[in-house]
């Protein structure tokens, strides 16, 4: 017989001793169709029915427990205790009379807390039940077998809000997973391309521009053209040397050719820088 500790023990007897012992598999809530508390769902299995949940929870979270989790309660028809010995553990859920409201942020976080301590208590596993007696967790109308007469309990609400919010909770909260959980509808690999795009991108390396690019005037001389204006210039400057004593004579007359004559032949021999030539494959 397990009792949780963050609930508040009612218990119900003589059931809580004379109802035979289960091996929890499941977790299956309920919507009671009623705004009660905890204890007012205890006095109402204690005095009006011989059914009975493990579990009564109010819409402020008070919680409150009325048999162990170890023993047969009533509230799930066919997955109450199977040949086996299996069986299911049961909570039912204030809620207003026709079942159409959602669960209160207290009531989401009370359920989420047990749902993992069942998991780490008993071991039941974070899964949706598939079949009615598939190990798992699940709400009253998710299987036929699970009720007499069929039942919508507890509500589309709440089954969306099961769905969405409860189990994934669950699931986050017992593996300590902050990792996004793809829904029932989202494959996998669309969770996969949505983190991929999220991955930080590395800046491409600035293009290398040519001196043409960014402004600056370029221009090609011929050979000859530089090899005249160099010897302009160097017979220039021999004859400004020449004519400073205001005399030219016959041996400076001599120097100023030459000086031109000889710049002529080595700038001419000098070949032009050859054109720049972008290679396929590597950058300019």
């Not at 050859?274 to 950058?283: E, I």
Request: proline share 8%; with cysteine; net charge positive.
């Amino acid at each position: 017989m397990a009792w949780y500790p963050r609930a508040t023990k009612y218990e119900l007897q003589p059931e809580s001793d004379s109802q035979p012992a289960i091996r929890p598999t499941q977790f299956i809530v309920h919507s009671i169709i009623a705004p009660w508390t905890a204890k007012r769902v205890y006095e109402y299995w204690r005095d009006s029915t011989n059914l009975e949940s493990h579990f009564g929870l109010g819409y402020e979270g008070d919680l409150g427990q009325f048999i162990g989790t170890e023993t047969r309660a009533d509230a799930n028809a066919g997955a109450n205790r199977r040949a086996d010995g299996t069986g299911a553990v049961s909570i039912e859920t204030a809620s207003n009379l026709q079942g159409s409201d959602p669960w209160t942020d207290a009531q989401v976080e009370e359920l989420i807390r047990l749902g993992v301590w069942l998991h780490q208590h008993h071991g039941i596993p974070l899964r949706i039940c598939r079949t009615h007696t598939d190990p798992g967790m699940g709400w009253h109308s998710l299987h036929p077998q699970w009720s007499t007469s069929g039942t919508a309990c507890p509500g589309k609400a709440r089954i969306k809000q099961f769905r969405e919010v409860v189990f994934p909770g669950i699931v986050a909260r017992a593996t300590g997973s902050g990792r996004l959980q793809p829904r029932p509808e989202e494959p996998a690999a669309l969770l996969d391309r949505a983190q991929r795009l999220q991955r930080p991108r590395h800046p491409r390396p600035p293009h290398r521009r040519r001196p043409h690019e960014e402004g600056v005037l370029t221009m090609r001389i011929s050979s000859f053209a530089k090899s005249l204006v160099a010897g302009v210039a160097a017979g220039a400057t021999a004859a400004v040397t020449a004519v400073q004593d205001q005399v030219l004579t016959t041996g400076e007359g001599v120097t100023i050719a030459l000086a031109v004559l000889g710049a002529w032949g080595v700038v001419y021999a000098v070949p032009n820088r050859p054109a720049d030539r972008a290679t396929p494959g590597r950058g300019l």
